[in-house]
């Protein structure tokens, strides 16, 4: 079955870019997607369609994808951005929907 | 405004069986797909199923494969995950979703436990 592939963690000081990547061979021809999940709550998306921020999310994120990686930035990333970080797409059949394994966030 | 009221979940026994459903307002349900999106205690999301828009079409991940049904009524806004021969992995928090969107339910606790 399709695999989308994260990084477990992924550590910056405040302030600075944290880049959280996600690999996977439909990515090529899928769209990704992001979401943010602070511990206990539902998840929220950060960025669709590989680049695109729905309204209400800060400019601070912003997503990228080339060839079999698609990237989420953060700039100037702050405690409160601390959470767990889902990238998602499809396989290239189309219709089977993935997860990657998720990345932690940590600003310290 | 958009809600996604989810209802159904609880303790089941392995083996068992349980209805989840969702019922959804502020978009028109029967232009999107939808699917069901799980959360065991401490690990991270799972793509569960999905519908298409008219219920024509549905998929599975490999491991409820056979096992759980999804289905909608566009005339009742709902969509629905019927859960048999349940396992001790199944526990987990069912989330419903507008496929690929931030719009999403709350969640609803299913364990399955002797």
């Known amino acids: 079955s399709y695999e989308l592939t994260q990084p477990p963690s992924v550590s910056v000081s405040p302030g600075q870019t944290a880049r959280i990547t996600c690999s996977g061979d439909a990515l090529p021809k899928k769209y990704a997607y992001w979401y943010q999940q602070r511990s206990g709550q539902a998840p929220v998306l950060v960025i669709y369609e590989d680049d695109k921020r729905p309204s209400g999310i800060p400019e601070k994120f912003s997503g990228s994808s080339s060839g079999t990686m698609a990237t989420l930035t953060i700039s100037g990333a702050q405690v409160e951005d601390e959470a767990d970080y889902y990238c998602?797409?499809?396989?290239?059949?189309?219709?089977?929907?993935?997860f990657g394994g998720g990345t932690k966030l940590i600003v310290l | 405004e958009v809600q996604l009221v989810q209802s159904g979940g609880g303790l089941v026994q392995p083996g068992g069986s349980l209805r989840l459903s969702c019922v959804v307002s502020g978009f028109t349900f029967s232009s999107y797909w939808m699917s069901w999106v799980r959360q065991a205690p401490g690990k991270g999301l799972e793509w569960v199923a999905n519908i298409k828009q008219d219920g024509s079409e549905e998929y599975y991940v490999d491991s409820v494969k056979g096992r759980f049904t999804i289905s909608r009524d566009n005339a009742k806004n709902s969509l629905y995950l019927q859960m048999n021969s349940l396992r001790a992995e199944d526990t987990a928090v069912y989330y419903c979703?507008?496929?690929?969107?931030?719009?999403w339910g709350r969640g609803t606790l299913v364990t399955v436990s002797s």
């Open positions: 979703a507008r496929d690929g969107s931030d719009y």
């Open positions: 998602y797409s499809t396989d290239s059949g189309g219709y089977h929907r993935v």
